[in-house]
């Protein structure tokens, strides 16, 4: 079955660090891959996706990209803020630009950048 | 324009009885999935529902049951509730034909079974 397997937290960054947080994923087919963020006492808000193989996905300074040759799909900001402290999840869905498909998420990754 | 509400947003139970969450989606969206998020776990898919119907279904007992109405809003059934039941439970909502694949998630009602 799909799976998706992060790396484990917490993670505890200074302002203005470099962030990786490593995602890889095992699937069927062509998954779409999808990173969201938890801020705490909120739901979970779509960060960024990606549904094809090569395509990277950004916004708010971060970024990832699709490798279907080592089926990942890492996190990465240059430079964090305090702001960006949350749970990071990563998640897959069944096949590449499919609609409404279930997500398979990670155990999610808990940032927390300090001043 | 509100984004996808659920209620409560905390109550605590006992084994053995039933609890209903509500959920109502983002305005313009017809698909409602549920999702159960134990703590410091990724969330897990319950099921899905659009035009009423459940369409997708994960790794739950019948325990687990659900309903969706003509507005689109949807409920999540919880019956005969154990232990382990105690979870953040997510409601999402989408559009059948965006094709995009991107869910809008509510805060969450937050489950406690004693």
């Known amino acids: 079955g799909n799976s998706v397997t992060q790396m484990e937290g917490p993670v505890t960054l200074s302002e203005e660090a470099f962030l990786t947080i490593n995602c890889t994923y095992t699937a069927t087919g062509y998954p779409s891959l999808f990173w969201y963020v938890q801020y705490p006492g909120e739901g979970l808000q779509l960060l960024l996706k990606?549904?094809?193989?090569?395509d990277k996905g950004s916004n708010k300074g971060f970024e990832a990209t699709y490798r279907k040759e080592t089926t990942s799909f890492h996190l990465e900001k240059g430079s964090v803020q305090v702001s960006d402290s949350a749970v990071y999840f990563c998640a897959l869905s069944r096949e590449s630009g499919g609609s409404n498909y279930k997500l398979t998420f990670g155990k999610g990754t808990l940032l927390t950048v300090n001043p | 324009d509100a984004g996808v509400t659920q209620s409560p947003t905390h109550l605590i139970k006992t084994r053995g009885q039933q609890v209903t969450l509500r959920c109502s989606p983002k305005?313009?969206?017809?698909?409602v999935s549920w999702y159960q998020q134990a703590l410091g776990q990724g969330p897990q898919f319950i099921f899905q529902?659009?035009?009423?119907?459940?369409?997708q279904r994960g790794n739950f007992p019948d325990r687990f049951s659900g309903h969706q109405f003509p507005n689109y809003s949807s409920e999540l059934n919880v019956n005969a509730l154990l232990l382990g039941d105690s979870a953040l439970y997510l409601c999402?909502?989408?559009?059948?034909?965006?094709?995009?694949?991107?869910?809008?998630f509510g805060a969450g009602s937050r489950l406690t079974v004693l």
């Open positions: 990606a549904t094809k193989a090569d």
């Open positions: 999402a909502s989408s559009l059948v034909i965006s094709g995009a694949n991107v869910l809008t």
């Open positions: 305005s313009g969206h017809d698909t």
């Open positions: 529902y659009y035009e009423e119907e459940e369409r």
